[in-house]
T-cell receptor, first 111, second 113 residues
Framework: NAGVTQTPKFQVLKTGQSMTLQCAQDMNHNSMYWYRQDPGMGLRLIYYSASEGTTDKGEVPNGYNVSRLNKREFSLRLESAAPSQTSVYFC??????????FGPGTRLTVT | GENVEQHPSTLSVQEGDSAVIKCTYSDSASNYFPWYKQELGKGPQLIIDIRSNVGEKKDQRIAVTLNKTAKHFSLHITETQPEDSAVYFCAAAYTSGTYKYIFGTGTRLKVLA
């Protein structure tokens, strides 16, 4: 998956529970991204990180937090999950010259 | 805000025929236009891209065209095969601190054998 691994692959949460989605790249690229994918809405940017230690909000950041502690890893946290956060979550890394590569995704259901 | 419209949302073609998917973007600062193929249960995979200084790019059966004046870009797949069946996404990217991508809503392509 283009050098991006995501864990877990599937997760079911109850409303109000918290969890962290993990993403790691096996390259040494600066920029990493978190997207969510919902039917009929394409991919929407939640947060991104231009470099280690920096993060910025994307289009739909509410209800999420992120952490970029080192160059390899970029995690996404849901502090209090809501049914509206049921989605497929993709992490991506930016390689060079605009090229972006995606991980395999985490399928999250919040009941 | 920035927006990318993609049409059609679904497309069925006979094997061997051509398929065309079109996108329109709103932000004139966009200067990179990738296309992704997403198979069931997998992440999007970059299949071809085009930059703003180029009008057309080909890679075997796949081609992309860009009309910057009209803010249109299109994906062309010739001699379609069943394995081309997937969801295709277009995107428009621009630089704002880092690189930002706005995605279309996807086209489900079905190639009928």
């Amino acid at each position: 998956n283009a050098g991006v691994t995501q864990t877990p692959k599937f997760q079911v949460l109850k409303t109000g529970q918290s969890m962290t989605l993990q993403c790691a790249q096996d390259m040494n690229h600066n920029s990493m991204y978190w997207y969510r994918q919902d039917p009929g809405m394409g991919l929407r940017l939640i947060y991104y990180s231009a470099s280690e230690g920096t993060t910025d909000k994307g289009e739909v950041p509410n209800g999420y937090n992120v952490s970029r502690l080192n160059k390899r890893e970029f995690s996404l946290r849901l502090e209090s999950a809501a049914p509206s956060q049921t989605s497929v979550y993709f992490c991506a890394r930016y390689r060079a010259a605009y090229e972006q590569y995606f991980g395999p995704g985490t399928r999250l259901t919040v009941t | 805000g920035e927006n990318v419209e993609q049409h059609p949302s679904t497309l069925s073609v006979q094997e061997g025929d051509s398929a065309v998917i079109k996108c329109t973007y709103s932000d004139s600062a966009s200067n990179y236009f990738p296309w992704y193929k997403q198979e069931l249960g997998k992440g999007p995979q970059l299949i071809i891209d085009i930059r703003s200084n180029v009008g057309e790019k080909k890679d075997q059966r796949i081609a992309v065209t860009l009309n910057k004046t009209a803010k249109h870009f299109s994906l062309h797949i010739t001699e379609t095969q069943p394995e081309d069946s997937a969801v295709y996404f277009c995107a428009a990217a621009y630089t704002s601190g880092t690189y930002k991508y706005i995605f279309g809503t996807g086209t489900r392509l079905k190639v009928l054998a």
